[in-house]
């Protein structure tokens, strides 16, 4: 659930952006390019912090599952994947535009899910075993893509 309303409200921004023309505007602002860049990365987590929240509320009501152990699985892969969906497409969006991004948006969605269940036969027990280094490693995917965000939004042009 937080994956998906995380995805929906990050490319609900973008769109918003793209039909608003709101870049153009924000950039004739004296706002520094790379500060427009961090402001995303900052929405698209704080996005992912509140569907993570509603999550574990949802589930917490639920008096058969136990939370802790949810949090400890689920979520820690929920986060990580939406981190490493979150570090192609927001670079990508910055680089395409809003319109482009939307397939790609798709295909990276889809295209673990197709790769993971098809050719590898990996379940959700396997992925859970390398939680932390899944963690660690899509956090660190984060970061390098803000970097890569800001190079691309500074060439960019409007």
Request: aromatic share 14%; glycine share 4%.
């Given at each position: 659930?937080?994956?998906i309303?995380?995805?929906?409200?990050t490319?609900?921004?973008?769109?918003a952006?793209s039909k608003?023309?709101?870049?153009?505007i924000v950039n004739?602002?004296?706002i520094?390019r790379?500060?427009?860049v961090?402001?995303?990365?900052?929405?698209a987590?704080?996005i992912?912090?509140?569907?993570?929240?509603v999550?574990?509320?949802?589930?917490?009501?639920?008096?058969?599952?136990?939370l802790?152990?949810f949090i400890?699985t689920?979520?820690?892969?929920s986060?990580?994947?939406?981190?490493v969906?979150?570090?192609?497409?927001?670079?990508?969006?910055?680089?395409l535009?809003?319109k482009?991004?939307?397939?790609?948006?798709?295909?990276i969605?889809m295209?673990?899910?197709?790769i993971l269940?098809?050719?590898?036969?990996i379940?959700l027990?396997?992925i859970q075993?390398y939680n932390?280094?899944?963690f660690?490693?899509?956090i660190?995917m984060?970061?390098i893509?803000?970097?890569?965000?800001?190079?691309?939004?500074?060439?960019r042009?409007?």
């Open positions: 659930m937080s994956v309303i995380t995805i929906g409200a490319v609900k921004t973008f769109e952006d608003n023309e709101s870049e153009v004739s602002l004296p520094l790379k500060q427009i961090y402001a995303k990365y900052i929405v987590i704080i992912l912090f509140i569907s993570v929240t999550g574990c509320f949802t589930i917490g009501m639920k008096s058969e599952v136990n802790f152990e400890e689920t979520m820690v892969a986060i990580s994947f939406i981190l969906y979150l570090s192609f497409v927001l670079p990508i969006s910055f680089w535009g809003y482009k991004t939307i397939l790609i948006t798709i295909v969605f295209a673990p899910i197709v269940e098809t050719l590898f036969q379940n027990e396997q075993l932390s280094m899944l660690v490693s899509s660190c984060f970061i893509s803000i970097f890569v965000s800001v190079k691309i939004y500074k060439k042009e409007f």
